[in-house]
């Protein structure tokens, strides 16, 4: 008797732990992001680009996974070769093929990082979005661009994923580059919309 009340708590705190464990509440979220090092516009030669620099302040704030898009053929350093690569992408809607596609099917949440370019995403952004299943996810954008804003990006990825997308950060590439206390408190207010 006392052996059979033993082992049905024994039970019911491991089915309480598993149901804790794997509750919305608890779950992990991923930040995703596509950067780029070397030359760009306005901060120069970068060891680290603008949209990973926030990437890691978002990851560390929101105490995420953090996952990197990269292309097989990596993209040049220098900013006019990249502006003809990236252009003759871009006018040939290219879906270039990735050599670190990250893995989300664990995640419900996931903060996705870009820059702008030409306007709209990244073709390997594109890429990336097109191969996974988003069914069920939030989105949460941030993105870094040197002037144009938003550019519907917000838009854009939820038209490719179906999926629901959260209000985005967007913020000048050379904030994103510094990654102080003002790009953290950009993120904080952002986090608490939400
Ligand atoms: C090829 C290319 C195209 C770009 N096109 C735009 C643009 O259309 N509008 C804009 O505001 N910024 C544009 N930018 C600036 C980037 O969006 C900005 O520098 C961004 O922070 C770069 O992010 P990264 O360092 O993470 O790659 C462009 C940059 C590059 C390299």
Do not use: C
């Amino acid at each position: 008797m006392v052996f059979k009340r033993f082992f049905s708590l024994v039970v019911s705190i491991f089915t309480a732990g598993i149901l804790f464990w794997t509750s919305p509440a608890f779950a992990k979220s991923l930040t995703v992001y596509f950067s780029k090092a070397g030359e760009n516009y306005s901060v120069g030669e970068v060891q680290e680009g603008n949209t990973a620099r926030l990437a890691k302040l978002i990851a560390k704030t929101t105490g995420s996974d953090i996952a990197e898009i990269i292309p097989e053929n990596e993209y040049p350093m220098d900013i006019k070769t990249l502006t003809e690569v990236s252009k003759q992408e871009f006018e040939s809607k290219a879906r270039p093929v990735l050599k670190d596609n990250p893995d989300i099917s664990g995640y419900d949440e996931i903060y996705l990082g870009t820059p702008v370019w030409w306007a709209d995403m990244p073709m390997v952004v594109y890429t990336f979005l097109e191969s996974q299943d988003f069914k069920g996810k939030t989105i949460h954008p941030f993105i870094t661009h040197e002037g144009m804003g938003l550019s519907a990006i917000d838009r854009k990825i939820a038209e490719v994923t179906g999926a629901k997308v959260g209000p985005s950060l967007v913020m000048r590439g050379t904030m994103a580059q510094k990654a102080d206390e003002e790009t953290q408190s950009h993120v904080d207010e952002w986090l608490k919309q939400k």
